[in-house]
C-alpha cells in the first residue's frame, strides 16, 4: 500500500517568516494530494491540495508543488501568522480514493 | 463541520470493556471512514466503507469492528478495549462525485481506556 513520510515533525518560525513542510510517497499511481490543518482541539480542514497534472498550486500565501518523478510534494506558506499555527497534515490518494495520510507537523509561529 | 457528528465526545472506559463509537452525517455522502490519531502518528485508517454494503480494513484494524447501518451511519466498536487504543477517533466522508475527494472530519471522540 501507499506509504506517506513527512517532515519536519515540528516546526517553529518567526512571525513573517515562511515555513516549508516536505512529504514523500511510494505509490506511484497516487494521482491526488491534499493538505489539512488540524487547530488545537478542533478536526483537521483541507487547505489545498494538487493533482498529478500539475506541478504548483498557489492559493494567497499558500502554495503546494509537486514533483512527480521524486515522489515528493511540498506545503509552502509565506508571511506567516500566528493563525497559522497548528499541525498540518499531507496525504496522499490513488485511484481508489483511499487516502493515505503522513504523521503531521506542528508549525509554530511565533509572534 | 456541522454536518458530520460523532458520540460521545469524550469517553472513559476500564480494560476488556465492550464500547461503542457512533458517527452521523447530513452531507449524503456514499464514503465514510474512521481514523485514530495518535501524537507523532498521524492520522490512521482503521476501516472504510465507499457505501452500506461495503466494509474494508485499513491500516489498524485488529481489536476493532464497524457497521455501516445506513448511509447516514458507521459505527466503531472495541470489542474488548485495551490502553493502547488510548486515542482521538475521528470519522469521516468523502463524496466521489466531486472532482476532487474532499475528506470532511467530525469533531473528534476522545477515548481513555484504564
Known amino acids: 500500500g501507499e506509504n506517506v513520510e513527512q517532515h519536519p515533525s515540528t516546526l517553529s518560525v518567526q512571525e513573517g517568516d515562511s515555513a516549508v513542510i516536505k512529504c514523500t510517497y511510494s505509490?506511484?499511481?497516487?494521482?491526488?494530494f491534499p493538505w489539512y490543518k488540524q487547530e488545537l482541539g478542533k478536526r483537521p480542514q483541507l487547505i489545498i491540495d494538487?493533482?498529478?497534472?500539475?506541478g504548483e498550486k498557489k492559493d494567497q500565501r499558500i502554495a503546494v508543488t509537486l514533483n512527480k518523478t521524486a515522489k515528493h510534494f511540498s506545503l509552502h506558506i509565506t508571511e506567516t501568522q500566528p493563525e497559522d499555527s497548528a499541525v498540518y497534515f499531507c496525504a496522499a490518494s490513488g485511484g481508489y480514493q483511499k487516502v493515505t495520510f503522513g504523521t503531521g507537523t506542528k508549525l509554530q509561529v511565533i509572534p | 463541520d456541522a454536518d458530520v457528528t460523532q458520540t460521545p465526545r469524550n469517553r472513559i472506559t476500564k480494560t476488556g470493556k465492550r464500547i461503542m463509537l457512533e458517527c452521523s452525517q447530513t452531507k449524503g455522502h456514499d464514503r465514510m471512514y474512521w481514523y485514530r490519531q495518535d501524537p507523532g502518528l498521524g492520522l490512521r485508517l482503521i476501516y472504510y466503507s465507499f457505501d452500506v454494503k461495503d466494509i474494508n480494513k485499513g491500516e489498524i484494524s485488529d481489536g476493532y469492528s464497524v457497521s455501516r447501518q445506513a448511509q447516514a451511519k458507521f459505527s466503531l466498536s472495541l470489542e474488548s478495549a485495551i490502553p493502547n487504543q488510548t486515542a482521538l477517533y475521528f470519522c469521516a466522508t468523502s463524496d466521489p462525485g466531486q472532482v476532487k475527494e474532499t475528506q470532511y472530519f467530525g469533531p473528534g471522540t476522545r477515548l481513555l481506556v484504564l
Open positions: 505509490d506511484s499511481a497516487s494521482n491526488y
Open positions: 494538487i493533482r498529478s497534472n500539475v
